[in-house]
């Protein structure tokens, strides 16, 4: 996989970003963090992407939405070019919706919850298909789900189909569940990295002898 940034000249957004996965390139434009590539590289080094649900995350949405009394969370990691929704309440797990509409592409530039009282009122998300459309979006509060090296996989996050301030211990709740939900990636991520490093150095083989050479 290869992967660039570079300034999206005569537009009206910051930046291209430009992914290329077996031959086949992915083009994503719009406001991104500042740490992108390396965000992309921690994401997909926790393995997380499409992969099945868990118990853990399916609790924390169903949790979320409780203490929010909303119809609406979810567990979203942002991708190059979508949203990919590992758990969710009034929206279906495993699904992925793109990423230029999504409210959560948003949250991720920032290490703070992203608050939006009333979609309609917002330049940001007032044509936003999300809430022009099903699922009719009004009012979202995301907490990102920030890794150790300061990136974030993506947010955990509540939405309504009504304008509406969120109380304090529901932002401190999602904000919970966004730290743990790091840690997890995290060690994953680290997983991956120490198994790239073993073969990279020959460190392992299919026997699980050391297949080191030289005076370390």
């Given amino acids: 996989i290869q992967l660039s940034i570079a300034p999206d000249v005569g537009s009206d957004t910051r930046s291209v970003l430009r992914i ?16 992108e ?18 118990r853990w995350l399916d609790e924390f949405a169903t949790r979320a939405a409780e ?4 119809p609406m969370s979810a567990l979203s990691i942002i991708d190059v070019d979508r949203q990919w929704f590992a758990s ?29 009282s009333d979609a309609l009122t917002d330049d940001r998300f007032a044509s936003n298909p999300l809430v022009q ?5 009004r009012s ?6 920030v890794s150790h090296v300061g990136c974030a996989y993506g947010a955990v996050f509540v939405a309504d189909v009504v304008p509406r301030e969120f109380r304090s211990d529901v932002v ?16 994953r991520a680290a997983l991956t990295a120490t ?11 299919p026997t699980g002898a050391s297949t080191r050479t030289g005076p370390w």
Avoid: N
């Fill in 20 to 35: 290329t996965d077996g031959g086949q390139a992915r083009i994503r434009r719009g406001p991104m963090p500042a740490d």
């Fill in 88 to 116: 969710g309440v009034g929206l279906a797990p495993g699904t992925s919706t793109p990423r230029d509409a999504a409210f959560c592409a948003h949250t991720v530039c920032s290490p703070a919850p992203l608050v939006v």
């Fill in 195 to 205: 198994r790239h490093r073993e073969v990279t150095w020959g460190l392992s083989s």
């Fill in 172 to 187: 401190a709740t999602l904000v919970d569940f966004a730290r743990r939900t790091a840690a997890r990636l995290d060690h």
């Fill in 67 to 70: 203490v929010a009394d909303a």
């Fill in 140 to 145: 979202y509060l995301g907490a990102p789900i």
């Fill in 133 to 137: 459309g099903k699922p009719w979006i």
């Fill in 37 to 54: 590539l390396e965000r992309l590289r921690q994401v997909y080094r926790s393995g997380f992407l499409d992969a099945p649900s868990e």
